[in-house]
């Protein structure tokens, strides 16, 4: 047992500054100018797509402890949803910041004007309650079942990143779609472990007698 709790404690902090890589790459590219002629674009780009990439990191924890018996890699879930909470933050700031001058009014009017945008503020609202009841307190304050029906929300933010992306690119959709697909992959293997499997076992096992 101590043993494990050594490996822990190293494995939790490499995936956490593996987590960071891609911000602390994006920096490194702007400071040495490796980033195109518009690092704006850049910039948005990368982090809208880190975010949904988490969403999807975070959602393929549940089936990987199904399907291998690690039980362990749950402990990874909350830290991968915070950075994808993280990641959309810094996607929106672009926009707010770069774009809109943090013009709020042009903001609120730009939301429900452009589809895309629309899109991707839903999945980052979605987000925020997932953000901030991520504790073990919020889970002893909302009880086990509130708590877990509350963050099936990030089944909704991520449906909405891949429309807010698919939305966006309007024309080069081979990105979105792939998004999009595996998505559906991991969806639909909760679909199959919370209604379909529970069915099969009470078929195939043997009545006792």
Not at 105 to 112: G, Q, S
Not at 195 to 202: D, E, L, N
């Amino acid at each position: 047992m101590p043993q494990r709790r050594w490996i822990w404690w190293i494995v939790k902090p490499v995936v956490f500054l593996l987590c960071l890589a891609p911000i602390a790459l994006l920096l490194w590219w702007l400071q040495t100018q490796q980033l195109s002629a518009n690092p704006l674009d850049d910039i948005t780009d990368q982090t809208g797509t880190w975010t949904l990439r988490f969403l999807l990191i975070t959602l393929s924890i549940s089936p990987i402890r199904r399907i291998t018996g690690w039980n362990s890699v749950i402990r990874f879930r909350r830290m991968l949803g915070l950075f994808a909470f993280f990641y959309g933050l810094l996607h929106f700031t672009t926009y707010v910041w770069f774009v809109q001058f943090f013009d709020f009014n042009a903001i609120l009017e730009d939301i429900p004007k452009r589809p895309f945008i629309t899109a991707g503020f839903t999945a980052l609202v979605l987000m925020f309650p997932l953000a901030l009841t991520s504790t073990k307190k919020w889970i002893l304050r909302l009880g086990g079942k509130r708590w877990q029906f509350l963050h099936r929300l990030i089944y909704l933010s991520a449906v909405a990143g891949v429309v807010h992306y698919l939305w966006l690119v309007k024309r080069d959709t081979d990105n979105p779609l792939v998004y999009g697909l595996i998505l559906i992959v991991l969806l639909g293997f909760r679909a199959w472990f919370h209604f379909v499997q529970p069915r099969v076992q009470r078929i195939t096992t043997p009545v006792a007698r």
